[in-house]
């Protein structure tokens, strides 16, 4: 396959009215926040492959995908000159974000390689071929699961996306009627992990201490070398790094001694220059031009004294843009917002700070016609002032539309929004300081907020200051930090093994109950401490499941009960009101029997999973039997 560049030209979304596209074979179209799709490639039949199941292969933004000349489709062109105005209206009329919008233009043109190879050349022209093509491409994409190439929810996605782009070109909802929908299993669908603990301290500990630090040296006009104070668990010598208006305005002291063939008149271990002998022993290669390393120090000393008289000085802009880009992460850590939110948060000076919760401030203002709002916590305000003002100075008296921009090289130019994939790039300046530095993305931070909410206010806040449905929160961000659970949970592990008795164990001293035995009836009792866990009582069967008292044997009779008890709860779930009180009541019952049925599975797993069956098929044990029939009778129970 003989693939060539071929002429391409860059179009701006939305496209202007009076732009007519003589060429769509040239036409790659750019969304505002800069990322591109290559729809010209489209008008040729047999073009570069892609290397994933929906995003292209790798390509210069603007440059054209490969393609084979002479497969060029003059039907093809035709129908791709509708199919560019529509991706234009969707970013005007849809009301979708742009890197949604994006995503689903990307989806389709990879879509479209299935489509050519397939020999499906004239759906774009023919609704009746488009629907067969999905019929077919439905089947691909189960092939591939069966295969285990893809999951069934990413298929599911890809399924759907394109469906729903065809319908909305042609606009046409009866396009889908027919086809084998594939759904998204929600029991496989992964809920974001907030991150540990300690990865959290660490990230939030060394930007708090670059922001601070280096907003300080550039509003307050602090003289270089200077002295940048650096969290303690980095270890660095009196926990400080020294900042240089120099090349690289820092070194990590791990590397100050290493030779080099830059920044060799500055010592970034003592914070001061280099002697012409320590000058000497950083060269790569040595040098017998004595003059040329005096003359290398005076120029580093000529350049101190004026990046310390010029408080503009382009090293000093420099590390001011380093401070955003750290005032950056906290502010994703503090707001919970989404990546592509932050990017378009547009900004006006004018801005009121308002009380909101106990424990938040809302700042409202106005841009682009419209009233902006976002809630911080309240001991976060300083640092948010401190930073307007930074990002004030930084501007110069230019005017940038957005609350987070991008300079230009060291610091100077005209601001531009910050590119999608910038948050990367932080990281990767951040981890010269700390190489063990963990990324955390804004859904991360988003769910590690959601955590700390839901655990300090209720989920009603917490949606409120997520901006999300109570719904979305409970379903999407409640995951909590593995260590976080695990500290919560680990005295009951504990104690596990003193709750499942073997069969040997006297059961004469033991007092039958509906999910289990009983060692002490009417002395519930719990030693943990924890007001958020269901309480032990005699009454309700389910209150023995968190009392010490509460023993199982390993035997079909008790199984039985166990499995019974779940097997109704979850049938009647639905009595109980709405997603937040079923979420405080049932699912603390649910997790302490799956963490029973954990520990009778080491016992024999075998047994537990032939009740487990035989429940599911509707033979429980008595008592649970009548309580699900009463039920039944009501006409209360979800099938």
Request: with cysteine; hydrophobic share 40%; glycine share 4%.
């Amino acid at each position: 396959m003989n693939l060539e560049r071929r002429k391409v030209q860059v179009y701006e979304l939305p496209l202007d009215p009076d732009i007519r596209i003589l060429r769509p074979e040239q036409v790659i179209v750019r969304f505002s926040h800069g990322k591109t799709v290559d729809i010209g490639s489209l008008c040729y039949l047999v073009r570069q492959p892609f290397a994933k199941s929906y995003l292209g292969a790798k390509r210069v933004s603007n440059a054209g995908r490969l393609v084979q000349i002479d497969s060029i489709s003059e039907k093809r062109i035709k129908d791709i000159r509708p199919l560019i105005s529509f991706i234009s209206d969707q970013v005007v009329q849809s009301g979708k974000r742009l890197e949604t919008i994006r995503d689903l233009v990307s989806r389709f043109v990879a879509f479209m390689f299935w489509v050519d190879q397939n020999e499906f050349h004239d759906i774009l022209n023919e609704p009746f071929l488009a629907k067969n093509a999905l019929t077919q491409y439905t089947q691909y994409l189960k092939d591939r699961v069966s295969r285990n190439e893809i999951s069934n929810n990413s298929a599911a996605r890809q399924q759907n996306t394109i469906i729903q782009f065809l319908c909305d070109f042609f606009e046409d909802e009866e396009l889908k009627f027919g086809i084998s929908l594939m759904r998204v299993n929600q029991r496989l669908k992964k809920n974001t992990q907030p991150p540990s603990e300690d990865t959290k301290a660490k990230v939030l500990s060394l930007c708090e201490h670059i922001f601070d630090g280096l907003t300080s040296l550039v509003l307050e006009h602090k003289p270089y070398p200077f002295e940048l104070v650096m969290p303690s668990y980095l270890n660095f010598e009196n926990n400080k790094l020294w900042v240089f208006p120099a090349e690289s305005w820092f070194i990590h002291p791990n590397k100050a001694l290493l030779k080099r063939n830059i920044c060799l008149a500055y010592n970034y271990q003592t914070g001061t220059l280099n002697t012409l002998e320590q000058v000497a022993a950083l060269r790569l290669k040595p040098s017998t031009n004595i003059k040329s390393d005096y003359n290398l120090l005076k120029a580093a000393q000529n350049n101190l004294v004026v990046a310390n008289q010029d408080f503009r000085h382009s090293q000093r802009m420099h590390v001011g843009t380093i401070a955003v880009n750290a005032f950056i992460i906290l502010f994703l850590a503090q707001t919970g917002m989404n990546w592509a939110q932050l990017l378009n948060l547009q900004w006006n000076e004018e801005f009121q700070v308002s009380s909101s919760h106990q424990l938040f401030r809302t700042l409202k203002w106005r841009a682009g016609g419209k009233e902006c709002s976002f809630e911080l916590p309240v001991g976060f305000m300083p640092r948010f002032k401190k930073f307007i003002g930074l990002r004030k100075y930084l501007l110069n008296d230019q005017k940038s539309d957005f609350l987070f921009f991008k300079l230009g090289e060291r610091g100077l130019g005209t601001p531009v929004q910050i590119k999608t994939d910038s948050l990367h790039g932080i990281y990767v300046t951040f981890r010269r300081i700390d190489p063990k530095l963990q990324m955390i993305q804004s859904r991360e931070w988003r769910a590690a907020k959601s955590d700390w909410l839901v655990r300090n206010t209720d989920i009603a806040t917490t949606a409120l200051v997520l901006q999300n449905t109570e719904k979305t929160v409970l379903s999407s961000y409640i995951a909590g930090s593995e260590s976080t659970h695990w500290e919560e949970m680990s005295s009951f592990l504990h104690t596990m093994s003193n709750v499942v008795l073997s069969t040997k164990n006297d059961q004469d001293q033991l007092l039958q109950g509906a999910v289990g035995q009983c060692s002490s009836f009417g002395s519930p009792f719990t030693s943990n401490n924890d007001d958020s866990i269901n309480k032990p009582n005699c009454i309700d069967p389910e209150g023995c499941l968190f009392c010490d008292n509460y023993r199982i044997h390993v035997d079909e009779t008790d199984i039985r009960k166990l499995l019974s008890c779940r097997y109704c709860i979850e049938k009647t779930a639905h009595l109980i009101g709405g997603l937040e009180e079923q979420h405080a009541t049932i699912k603390p019952i649910l997790e302490r029997i799956d963490l029973i049925v954990a520990k009778l599975k080491e016992y024999n797993e075998l047994l537990v999973d032939k009740i487990m069956s035989e429940v599911e098929e509707g033979e429980l044990d008595v008592y649970w039997e009548k309580k699900l029939e009463m039920f039944m009778e009501l006409g209360r129970v979800i099938n």
